[in-house]
């Protein structure tokens, strides 16, 4: 299921304009990883990609006094898609919250509409030795697709702080934040977590807290109205608390999870660890079908190894293997990637977050250019 074939735009224009952003930390390693990738995927389609750098996070604030420039919005919402790094990082944190570098990822995704946010986990059988599953639950893989709300929820709500007088008299200081959704914000999310069901092994999770929030029981009824236009998809239901378990015990089981804003984040955090490594999860960003998708790898900056060439670049590769399939509408280019990226974890490649501990093959210890450069190989 491509973004551009449930709208109009079908790879008309031979030039496809990609805008890249780089950000912070290990953020411009991995994204000059992958516009090798796309290099080479353009000579081998035969198809004219351009490359715009904008910039984006700490790296903006440090240019131009803001984490996102308006100039980097205008070039985002104007590219045929956008691909991104990371942002964030030690220099930045003790700036006030909207001039922090993650008050950008909130504010480009909301600008450019991205409310449905696809996350493909999978632990393929050549890293089992990576996984801290134990063996028996490792063998029997993972192949998952976390379809996160990605523009409503707790991270856009109401928030704030106040000073309170408690009834003892004493004066303490208060906070909250805002769970609010709409069943236009469920619906729109959920149909794509239908769709990508129908395209997949029929099976949808709902993951949500509706023992305790009336936000996830709205969640719960409008999921269960849609699901009636799907009859063949098998839907399930299960509070996020059990889910987070159950993704341990059984990853295997997990074929499509539908989850709020927050509860993908941290299910997508724990099934990146499963699958071997952060530095593998990329992920999909879409909105209205003819406005461009924006692509980037689930993990952050990594300031802890940032400028030493040790990032894995896997992630990133293959959120641009989601572009080419999402965006420029070229399957078997992102195929292409994705069976690259493939053999080369089979060949035994590893970057240093991949543990090889255990493995029963012969490994190649390689850095960010050596993982690409592998990939490249595969690809050519
Ligand atoms: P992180 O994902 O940056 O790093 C967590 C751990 O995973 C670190 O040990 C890191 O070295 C490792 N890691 C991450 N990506 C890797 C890769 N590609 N290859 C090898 N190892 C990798 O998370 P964090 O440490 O919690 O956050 C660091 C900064 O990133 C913070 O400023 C945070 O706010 C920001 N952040 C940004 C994003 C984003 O840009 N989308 C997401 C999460 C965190």
Not at 126 to 146: N, Y
Not at 306 to 316: H, V
Request: with cysteine; aromatic share 6%.
């Amino acid at each position: 299921m491509s973004n551009s074939s449930t709208g109009t735009k079908q790879n008309q224009r031979s030039t496809q304009h990609i805008v890249l952003l780089p950000g912070d930390g290990i953020g411009p390693e991995v994204i000059n990883s992958a516009r090798q990738v796309l290099q080479a995927c353009a000579q081998k389609y035969n198809v004219t990609l351009t490359f715009t750098e904008a910039a984006i996070g700490g790296a903006a604030y440090d240019r131009c006094g803001h984490p996102l420039p308006q100039a980097t919005v205008d070039q985002c919402c104007a590219a045929d898609a956008v691909l991104m790094g990371a942002v964030g990082g030690p220099a930045w944190d003790k700036l006030e919250r909207q001039l922090r570098p993650e008050s950008a990822l909130l504010g480009i995704r909301q600008a450019m509409g991205v409310y449905c946010n696809l996350r493909p986990a999978i632990l393929y059988p050549q890293l089992g030795a990576a996984s801290p599953l134990r063996s028996d639950v490792a063998a029997k893989g993972m192949d998952l697709l976390i379809c996160r709300e990605l523009t409503g929820g707790i991270y856009f709500g109401d928030r704030g702080r106040e000073t309170i007088k408690l009834p003892d008299g004493q004066t303490v200081e208060s906070a909250w934040d805002t769970e609010r959704y709409n069943t236009l914000e469920i619906e729109r999310i959920a149909r794509w977590a239908f769709k990508s069901a129908q395209a997949r092994r029929r099976h949808l999770t709902l993951v949500d807290k509706a023992n305790v929030l009336e936000s996830s029981r709205l969640w719960r009824e409008t999921v269960t109205n849609l699901a009636s236009d799907y009859p063949e998809v098998q839907v399930d239901f299960l509070y996020v608390d059990n889910a987070a378990m159950q993704l341990l015990r059984r990853p295997y089981d997990f074929d499509v999870i539908l989850t709020s804003n927050m509860f993908g984040d941290i299910l997508s955090d724990e099934a990146a660890e499963i699958s071997g490594s952060i530095g593998l999860l990329p992920s999909a960003s879409l909105g209205k079908a003819d406005r461009p998708g924006l692509y980037e790898p689930i993990h952050g900056s990594a300031p802890d190894i940032a400028g030493q060439g040790k990032a894995n670049p896997l992630a990133t590769i293959l959120s641009a293997a989601m572009l080419l399939r999402y965006s420029l509408n070229l399957p078997q280019a992102a195929a292409a990637v994705e069976t690259a990226c493939q053999a080369v974890l089979s060949a035994g490649y590893r970057s240093e977050d991949l543990q090889v501990v255990g493995s029963s093959q012969p490994v190649m210890k390689v850095g960010t250019q050596g993982m690409t450069d592998a990939v490249l190989s595969y690809l050519k």
